[in-house]
C-alpha cells in the first residue's frame, strides 16, 4: 500500500517568513495530493489539493508543487501569520483504490512573533 | 450547510466493552469514512461506505466495524476495547471520492 514520509516534524518560523513542509510518496500510482490544517482541539480542514496532472496550485499565501517523478509534494505558505499556526498533514491516494487517503504524521508549524 | 456532526463528543469505556460512534455527513454527500487519530500513528484510514456499501477498508481487525444507513448517516462500531483503541475518531464525508470533509470527531478514553 502507499505510505507518505513528512518533514520535518516540527518548524518554527518567524512571522512573516515562509515555511515549507515536504511529503514524499510511494505509489506511483497516487494522483490526489491534500493538505489538512488542523488546530488544537478542532476537525482537520482542507487547505489545498492536488493532482497529478498539475504541477502547482496557488491559493492567496498558501501553494503545493508536485514532481511526480521525484514523487514529493510540498507545501508553501508565505508572509506567515499567528494564526496559521497548526499541525498540518499531507496525504496522498488513488482514485478508487482500497486505501482511502494515506496521511503523512504531521509537522507542527510554530509561528514565532 | 451544516457540516459534519459525530456524536457523542467524549466517550469513556472500559476494557472489553464495546462502543458505537455515530457521523451525520454533509446534506447530500454519499460517501462517509472513518480514520482513528492517534499521537503516535496519526491518522489512519478505517473504512469507506457509499450507498450502504463498504467500499473501501484499512488495515484495522474485525473489532472494527461500520454500517451506512439510507439517509447516509453512518455508525462505527468497536467491539471488546482495548486500551489501545484510546484515540480521537474521525468521521468524514465527501461528494467526491476524495474532497473529504471531516466532522469534530469522538474522543474515545479506554480505561
Known amino acids: 500500500g502507499e505510505n507518505v514520509e513528512q518533514h520535518p516534524s516540527t518548524l518554527s518560523v518567524q512571522e512573516g517568513d515562509s515555511a515549507v513542509i515536504k511529503c514524499t510518496y510511494s505509489d506511483s500510482a497516487s494522483n490526489y495530493f491534500p493538505w489538512y490544517k488542523q488546530e488544537l482541539g478542532k476537525r482537520p480542514q482542507l487547505i489545498i489539493d492536488?493532482?497529478?496532472?498539475?504541477g502547482e496550485k496557488k491559493d492567496q499565501r498558501i501553494a503545493v508543487t508536485l514532481n511526480k517523478t521525484a514523487k514529493h509534494f510540498s507545501l508553501h505558505i508565505t508572509e506567515t501569520q499567528p494564526e496559521d499556526s497548526a499541525v498540518y498533514f499531507c496525504?496522498?491516494?488513488?482514485?478508487?483504490?482500497?486505501?482511502?487517503?494515506?496521511f503523512g504524521k504531521g509537522t507542527h508549524l510554530i509561528i514565532q512573533p | 450547510k451544516a457540516g459534519v456532526t459525530q456524536t457523542p463528543r467524549y466517550l469513556i469505556k472500559t476494557r472489553g466493552q464495546q462502543v458505537t460512534l455515530s457521523c451525520s455527513p454533509i446534506?447530500?454527500?454519499?460517501?462517509v469514512s472513518w480514520y482513528q487519530q492517534t499521537p503516535g500513528q496519526g491518522l489512519q484510514f478505517l473504512f469507506e461506505?457509499?450507498?450502504?456499501?463498504?467500499?473501501n477498508k484499512g488495515n484495522f481487525p474485525g473489532r472494527f466495524s461500520g454500517r451506512q444507513f439510507s439517509n447516509s448517516r453512518s455508525e462505527m462500531n468497536v467491539s471488546t476495547l482495548e486500551l489501545g483503541d484510546s484515540a480521537l475518531y474521525l468521521c468524514?464525508?465527501?461528494?467526491?471520492?476524495?474532497?473529504?470533509?471531516f466532522g469534530s470527531g469522538t474522543q474515545l478514553s479506554v480505561l
Open positions: 461506505y457509499f450507498s450502504e456499501t463498504q467500499r
Open positions: 492536488i493532482r497529478s496532472n498539475v
Open positions: 446534506s447530500g454527500h454519499r460517501s
Open positions: 468524514a464525508s465527501s461528494s467526491e471520492q476524495e474532497k473529504l470533509f
Open positions: 496525504a496522498a491516494s488513488n482514485r478508487g483504490g482500497a486505501d482511502g487517503l494515506t
